[in-house]
C-alpha cells in the first residue's frame, strides 16, 4: 500500500467501501493523522489490517480490515502517553498523513510502561497455566504463542527500542530466540516467576513454529 493520503483512501475503499466517508471525515476534524503498524513500512500482509492512530476526539473503529485509534488531544502531552508503547513507536516508525507530530521529540521509554507490560504477561501465563488441563496442547501453544511475541516486545521496551511492526519482532525472536528467553526472565522483567513459565511451561520450539505459521503468506514484500 502506498503510504499516502492518497494511498490509504484507496485502500478503504477496496476493502471496506463503508467506511470511506467516516474517515473522510475524521480526517478533517483530527489534528494529527499517522499510519502505524505494518503499513508504516510497507508490508502489509493480505489478512492485515490497516492502523491508523488519530489525535483529537473520536470513537474508535476496529473491523477486519481498519483499526483506526483515537488519542485526546489534551493526553497527547501526558507523560502517560509520552512514555507508552504506541507513542514511542509511532514517534519511530509513523508516516503522517497530517500534522507535525510536535509531541514526538518528547517520546521517552517509561519503565513504568515495561512494569505494566511485564504484568500483564505474567497475568496472561498464569490465566493459560490455570486453565492447562480443560485446553488442548495446540491451545496452550497457541495462547502461549502471543505472550511470547509481548516477552519480545517488552525486551525491546527495556532496552530503549521502540517496538516495530508484528513481522519485525517476529524475525528478532525466530534469530535468537534463547536470547530473548534469557533477557524476558531477568530480574528486572519477568524474573523467577517467568523463568518458571518458559522452562516448564512454555514448549519453546513449538510456539515459535505456531508464531511462523501465523506469519507465513501474511508479509506482502515491501515497495
Not at 113 to 120: D, L
Not at 125 to 143: F, P
Not at 161 to 179: F, N, Q, S
Not at 186 to 208: K, P, T, Y
Request: one cysteine or more.
Amino acid at each position: 500500500m502506498e503510504t499516502s493520503l492518497q494511498g490509504v483512501r484507496h485502500f478503504i475503499g477496496l476493502h471496506s467501501p463503508e467506511r470511506l466517508a467516516a474517515f473522510d471525515a475524521a480526517y478533517e476534524k483530527a489534528r494529527d493523522v499517522v499510519i502505524i503498524g505494518s503499513a508504516a513500512v510497507g508490508r502489509l500482509g493480505p489478512t492485515s489490517d490497516l492502523d491508523l492512530l488519530f489525535v483529537g476526539q473520536g470513537e474508535r473503529v476496529k473491523t477486519q480490515w481498519l483499526d483506526l485509534l483515537w488519542v485526546p488531544q489534551k493526553k497527547i502531552e501526558s507523560k502517560s502517553w509520552l512514555g507508552s508503547e504506541l507513542a514511542t513507536h509511532a514517534a519511530r516508525y509513523g508516516v503522517w498523513l497530517k500534522g507535525a507530530g510536535e509531541w514526538r521529540p518528547q517520546v521517552f521509554f517509561s519503565r513504568l510502561t515495561v512494569t505494566h507490560k511485564c504484568e500483564r504477561i505474567l497475568v496472561r501465563l498464569a490465566k493459560i497455566y490455570a486453565k492447562r488441563h480443560s485446553l488442548s496442547q495446540s491451545q496452550l501453544e497457541g495462547l502461549a504463542a502471543r505472550c511470547v511475541l509481548d516477552m519480545q516486545r517488552v525486551v525491546l521496551l527495556a532496552s530503549k527500542c521502540a517496538v516495530p511492526p508484528t513481522d519485525e519482532v517476529v524475525g528478532m525472536l525466530v534469530r535468537d530466540p534463547e536470547k530473548m528467553f534469557s533477557e524476558v526472565c531477568s530480574e528486572h522483567l519477568l524474573g523467577d516467576l517467568g523463568r518458571f513459565f518458559v522452562e516448564r511451561f512454555v514448549q519453546r520450539n513449538n510456539v515459535i513454529e505456531i508464531i511462523l505459521q501465523d506469519q507465513r503468506g501474511r508479509i506482502w514484500p515491501a515497495r
